[in-house]
Nanobody
Framework: EVQLQASGGGLVQVGGSTRLSCAVS????????IGWFRQAPGEEREGVAC????????FYDDSAKGRFTMSVDSAKNTVFLQLNSLKPEDTAVYYC??????????????????????WGKGTQVTVSS
């Protein structure tokens, strides 16, 4: 069974940085989609950065481009999201989600989070001014 556990985050000042980690178990790294999503209070869950072996490239939402970097360390079964130049509007619970045997690109799965099969518990990022 695939399990995901996000960690990191916390309280960060505007302009600061933090790194989120997602520990993955029960997962095969040869054919997958995995991504970072976030959900602010009263808002829908949205994709931040997603990668799929279907396309081989990482998609970043416009809000994340140039500030966030997603990386995968398959040897350590961990996915990271480096968040830099944080803004108050980045405040949200951040989740990692995945699915096996993806049909579509990372762009699709970030746009349609319901396409993911597995979710971990989220981790809170609060950006204070």
């Amino acid at each position: 069974e695939v399990q995901l556990q996000a960690s990191g985050g916390g309280l960060v000042q505007v302009g600061g940085s933090t790194r989120l980690s997602c520990a993955v178990s029960g997962f095969t790294w040869d054919d997958y989609a995995i991504g970072w999503f976030r959900q602010a209070p009263g808002e829908e869950r949205e994709g931040v950065a997603c990668i799929s072996t279907e396309s081989g490239s990482t998609f970043y939402d416009d809000s994340a481009k140039g500030r966030f970097t997603m990386s995968v360390d398959s040897a350590k079964n961990t996915v990271f999201l480096q968040l830099n130049s944080l803004k108050p509007e980045d405040t949200a619970v951040y989740y990692c989600g995945s699915r096996r045997a993806p049909y579509y690109s990372g762009t699709f799965y970030c746009a349609y989070p319901n396409g993911m099969d597995y979710w971990g518990k989220g981790t809170q990022v609060t950006v204070s001014s």
